[in-house]
């Protein structure tokens, strides 16, 4: 789909700009942690006396400690239930429901696998190695062990070489349609396949999202089929070519590597804290 510069602005007003992301620096690809002692990390601790165990550190009692622990939300969630909603061609065919989050992305980059991975189910979302298989928007509501609901869009694929150029036309205007007019809509989750070279239709894309104010989430999707020593680089280059603030987050339905903090991200801008009220959200 290419960027629609003429387009009237998006007049819900919701978004919060750009970058809500995780952009959460990828723990794989990083470069291995220092050794202890090398000069580059932190000092080695000195090894405990025989017979004496550490204690808690001055002025810090242990039940100050496990109290702030026990308030300290966990920083993973789970989905309880998922179910799918509707296959509709635009946002006026469906009920509002709870907050919304899109997935988008070419054909085969990996959306209905991710959307199976976020809502912990094998099938629920039609996969396919056939590009352009999804031809409607498909809508998931997914009920996180929190108790908040959150509902996920997952795109007909657009822009893939392999699907016929009729189909594409038919798709870009259904997916842009929903994007403009859907007010239930946080946050667009743009996925890229760590593999290919970055295309300038997906960049123009994620410029337009932008334009629309809608908070936008870059994640590179097979992060698995990336040698660990190459992802980091990967992903450099993708902030570079994207102009994120932080390298885009690198999942893999494979093994599982940044589906969590995805599915965490989702779950914050959906529903957001309440601040200064600890454990509170922000009510749709
Ligand atoms: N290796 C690997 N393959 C994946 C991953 N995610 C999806 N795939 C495969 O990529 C193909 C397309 O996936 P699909 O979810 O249908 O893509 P969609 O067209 O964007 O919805 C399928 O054969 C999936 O098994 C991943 O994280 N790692
Ligand atoms: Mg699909």
Redesign the pocket.
Known sequence: MSAAPTLPKRKTGKGVGPGVGTGSTPKSGSTAAAAPGDGSGPAPRPAPQPGTRPGPRPGKSIEKRRARQANRAPRQTRALTAEFVAAVAASDDVAAGPPEVALC??????????VNALCQQKAL?R???T?G??RRICLFDVVLDGGQTVRLV?FP?FGHAEVPLSMRDEFAPMIQGYLEGQTQLRAVVV?IDSRRDTDSDAVGFVEWLHEQRLPVVVVA?????IPKNLRFPVLARMKRDFGLQRPPLG????DGDGVQALRLAIRDVCHPRVPGKKGSRVQP
């Open positions: 992305g070419r054909s085969n980059v990996g959306k209905s696998s991710l979302a996969t396919s190695r590009p298989r999804t997952d694929g996925l999707t097979k992060i698995d089929k999942v893999s339905t494979v």
